[in-house]
Nanobody
């Protein structure tokens, strides 16, 4: 059984930074493709960033390019989302998703394992 756990959410003022972590556990010797999604109240879950399981190729949604960066530490089986220049519209629950695969995937239905979500609140 694979577990995915996020950490690092919180409340910041606009312009501030947070770093989210996503740890995948339960299988050894497996590379996970990882993505971050977010969901604000009354809105659909949306793609934020993804990183491939094999060579670390990254994808970022247009609205976070230049502000957010996804990365991974394979030794720790942990992925990160560094969020800078946060805006009030970034307020949402952020979810980490993982899939034991070499590629990168941008849609929620392509992921098998999900964390419980972590709240990010940005005040103006």
């Amino acid at each position: 059984q694979i577990q995915v756990a996020e950490s690092g959410g919180g409340s910041v003022q606009a312009g501030g930074s947070l770093r989210l972590s996503c740890a995948a556990s339960g299988r050894t010797g497996v590379r996970f493709a990882v993505a971050w999604f977010r969901q604000a109240p009354g809105k659909e879950r949306e793609f934020v960033a993804a990183i491939s399981g094999s060579d670390g190729i990254t994808y970022h949604a247009d609205f976070v390019k230049g502000r957010f960066t996804i990365s991974r530490d394979n030794a720790k089986n942990t992925a990160y989302l560094q969020m800078n220049s946060l805006k009030p519209e970034d307020t949402a629950v952020y979810y980490c998703a993982a899939r034991a695969a070499r590629g990168a995937f941008l849609r929620p239905r392509e992921y098998d394992y999900w964390g419980q979500g972590t709240q990010v609140t940005v005040s103006s």
